[in-house]
């Protein structure tokens, strides 16, 4: 069983859920739906329902509060808890506001990084869309500090999260395409050293076990090489970096995927919309996405812990 949860009260994640459920009856009986026992009340069926948050709460579409922040937080604890007991198989998260979240204590930057404090693990963001597949080196933190990130260790992390999303999405041989940090990838040192001497000497002896993975590309040009089938997957360096181009391309239809923990966690690839929650607009394209790929991220990691693949 998978478990919903519904972001924040006042954003669009309550009625793209409730869509969902609509929209998928059977598979709905295998979902456990996580929020405000008002929302709960009006939802079509579902496998479970859980509340949360003091009863007697209503929220109201666009306007955000405090109370409905915390609705928003305790859901995410309660998944969390659920899934490492062993109750839910995986977390399909509705979009919060780390905005409101800040206002009443939660201290995470988002929700990628609580998943992994509650699971443990070393956490790699991640997107899918309709044509592009992206894995982030570095997410949350400021552009001057990137290099600071341009170790060993996050590189191999990385990979080995962007090799299990490809393989996960059907494909044998992953073929990684490398983002260089530098303009033109350091122009061969003209431009910055980076990608000789710091990242090509990472890269090099991880090809015997990734074979797939490209030398330093450009990431002017990469993405668009993805595109025309030459990479499966692109290791960008920095946020803006990958989830720029992502953005552009497959906006309505992408995922955000949370790898590198135990247990699986996607959501949509967008925000909490206030602006236009209620009124029946938003496109429930990527909330539909995330719970398809959650489910093949559960059944290829029950497939690999057989043996099967």
Known sequence: MLAFTCGDPAGVGPEIIGRWLADHPNEAKGIAVIGAE???????????????GEGGFAARPGKPTEEGARIAWAAMERAAEGTRRGEFGGVVTGPVSKEWLARVGYKFPGQTEFFAAR?????????????????????HIPLREVPGVLTPANFVRTIVAADELAR???????????????PHAGEAGLLGRDEIDVIEPILAPLRERFPGLSRCEPGDTLFGRQLRGEFDVVLA???????????????????????????????????????????????????????????????????RGSGKV
């Open 38 to 52: 008002s929302w709960l009340e009006t939802l079509p069926a579902a496998g479970a329902r859980v509340a949360v």
């Open 119 to 139: 699971w443990g693990g070393e956490p790699t963001m991640a997107f899918s869309g309709g044509r592009l597949r992206v894995v982030l080196l570095s997410w």
């Open 168 to 182: 996960a999405e059907g494909v044998a041989a992953p073929r990684i395409g490398v983002c260089g940090i530098n």
């Open 237 to 303: 360096i920095y946020h803006d970096q990958g989830l720029a181009p992502l953005k552009v391309i497959d906006f309505d239809s992408s995922v955000n995927i949370t790898l590198g923990l135990p247990h699986v966690r996607t959501s949509p690839d967008h925000g909490t919309a206030f602006g236009i929650a209620g009124q029946g607009k938003a496109s429930p394209t990527s909330f539909s996405n995330a719970v398809a790929l959650a489910r093949r991220l559960v059944a290829f990691r029950a497939a």
